[in-house]
């Protein structure tokens, strides 16, 4: 439904975000609050964006292409097996 790809940085067990947001979403497009929300460095064919959104809104990407939003460089480093993991996670 959402055209965007992304890599999760931070998650919220329940929603965790302004009653403001949560109000500018269309009622029918309200996902539930009891869920977990996630926010990511996100991006789609014209912009690169930080994210807040439902587990229900969610699939794995299974394209294997690199995504291009300039903060991942900044949080996460790849590892020797190819994983990416939060620079502040890595021991030297």
Known sequence: MY????????VDP???HTEEWWEA???DQR?????PFY???AENAETEYVAYVSEQ???PDESGEPLRHSQIDETFEEDDDGALRS???ILH
């Open 3 to 10: 055209p965007f790809r992304g890599i999760i940085f931070d």
């Open 14 to 16: 329940t929603f965790n």
């Open 25 to 27: 979403i269309p009622e």
């Open 31 to 35: 996902p539930r609050k009891d869920q």
């Open 39 to 41: 926010h990511l460095f």
């Open 57 to 59: 809104n969610l699939l």
């Open 87 to 89: 620079r502040d996670q």
